[in-house]
């Protein structure tokens, strides 16, 4: 009876961790289990290898400057101007990025000003791999215009989306991170 009792106990334990852990996962939307996890200061949890996909600005008609995004962690960050409506002109998209504090007002967040990032990776052909196109500043020329921030040589906790120029139709800002 004693063994019985003790089996009984021991699969109603694994069936209520089997559930917390089912239901865990669901909450996080299923990302992966295992191997190095990087925290975002939101809370969220993103495991290695993930990959996040987000509308900074999303079909705005304006000039504008999206919220900001934690990348701490990124492996790789792809950013993409795509343009939509009937469109005259030519808008620009830029990036900022967070650097450390450099005032004592804003020393209690250690990311808080932005700086101009030019070091955005043009999606042009290059003859050499060590002299690829950095750019400030992108004309959005195309429908879609894909950018790449240098990663390798940079670390960089947010950054912000800007589209500047918009005289006609809309223009979404979206990123795409690999951690």
Do not use: W
Not at 2 to 27: D, E, H
Not at 109 to 118: G, V
């Amino acid at each position: 009876m004693k063994n019985f009792l003790v089996i009984l106990v021991t699969i109603l334990i694994f069936t209520i961790l089997g559930v917390a852990l089912y239901f865990g996962l669901q909450k996080a939307e299923n990302l992966p289990v295992g191997g190095d996890s990087q925290v975002i200061d939101s809370g969220q949890i993103i495991s290695r290898g993930v990959i996040v996909t987000k509308d900074l600005l999303s079909a705005t008609s304006t000039d504008a400057t999206s919220t900001s995004m934690n990348i701490v962690g990124a492996k790789r960050v792809s950013v993409y101007g795509i343009r939509g409506g009937v469109m005259t002109g030519t808008p620009v998209l830029s990036l900022t990025a967070t650097g450390i504090a450099t005032s004592t007002a804003t020393t209690s967040k250690p990311y808080f000003d932005y700086i101009r990032y030019s070091k955005l990776i043009d999606n042009v052909v290059n003859s050499n791999s060590q002299t690829l196109t950095r750019l400030e500043t992108k004309g959005l020329t195309s429908t879609t215009t894909l950018l790449s921030m240098d990663l390798e040589h940079d670390i960089v906790p947010n950054i912000r989306c800007h589209i500047g120029a918009v005289t006609a139709g809309d223009v979404t800002c979206r990123v795409i991170v690999e951690y």
